[in-house]
T-cell receptor, first 111, second 116 residues
Framework: SQKIEQNSEALNIQEGKTATLTCNYT??????LQWYRQDPGRGPVFLLL?????KEKRKERLKVTFDTTLKQSLFHITASQPADSATYLC??????????FGTGTRLQVFP | DAGVIQSPRHEVTEMGQEVTLRCKPI?????LFWYRQTMMRGLELLIY????????DSGMPEDRFSAKMPNASFSTLKIQPSEPRDSAVYFC??????????????FGPGTRLTVT
């Protein structure tokens, strides 16, 4: 069956370190992948999009990689800050034009 | 721009009642999506429209759910009759593409629905 897996356990890291979040998928052939941030009580906010023919994408302190052989995307936040604490969702676009979301990983950055 | 607007923000209703959720997408966006989010199932796509036409409604749980988009600036999601298992946060999102293939989606603040 088709699955998108993100770490269900919270990731706790110290301020200034690099946070790395993982998104693994099975039985999909995504055209591209997106990452969103969601704060409690709010809707998801788009962060980055990476296409299947791109290996890496950067935006300020954010970096996303996409390995279609491993069926995995990694999301990095460098020099993390307490304000980066949130839930991060990955989402795949399939050939059916749907955006399928993972369940998200909660990141907690402590001072 | 005010972003995607949803109303009401909170809705508490009794089982069996009709519930209508409303959404105003960002002006100029031509795709609109309805999602449901729960702790157990995460964020699920219910239905999406392109140029006011429903493209894919395979995520709609059952016939009790219906959605309309009478014009480019308004959409409704209706549940009739509502059941306790419909309790969730319902999000509306819009984008400026012909579907989710190209562009990011902008989400509204959500409607928290509680069915007792």
């Amino acid at each position: 069956s088709q699955k998108i897996e993100q770490n269900s356990e919270a990731l706790n890291i110290q301020e200034g370190k690099t946070a790395t979040l993982t998104c693994n998928y099975t039985n999909y052939s995504p055209a591209y992948l997106q990452w969103y941030r969601q704060d409690p009580g709010r809707g998801p906010v788009f962060l980055l999009l990476i296409r299947e023919n791109e290996k890496e994408k950067r935006k300020e302190r954010l970096k996303v990689t996409f390995d279609t052989t491993l069926k995995q995307s990694l999301f990095h936040i460098t020099a993390s800050q307490p304000a980066d604490s949130a839930t991060y969702l990955c989402a795949l676009a399939t050939n059916t034009d749907k955006l399928i979301f993972g369940t998200g990983t909660r990141l907690q950055v402590f001072p | 721009d005010a972003g995607v607007i949803q109303s009401p923000r909170h809705e508490v209703t009794e089982m069996g009642q009709e519930v209508t959720l409303r959404c105003k997408p960002i002006s100029g966006h031509n795709s609109l999506f309805w999602y449901r989010q729960t702790m157990m199932r995460g964020l699920e796509l219910l239905i999406y429209f392109n140029n006011n036409v429903p493209i894919d409604d395979s995520g709609m749980p059952e016939d009790r759910f219906s959605a309309k988009m009478p014009n480019a600036s308004f959409s409704t999601l209706k549940i009739q009759p509502s059941e306790p298992r419909d309790s969730a946060v319902y999000f509306c999102a819009s984008s400026s593409s012909g579907g989710p293939l190209t562009y990011e989606q902008y989400f509204g603040p959500g409607t928290r629905l509680t069915v007792t």
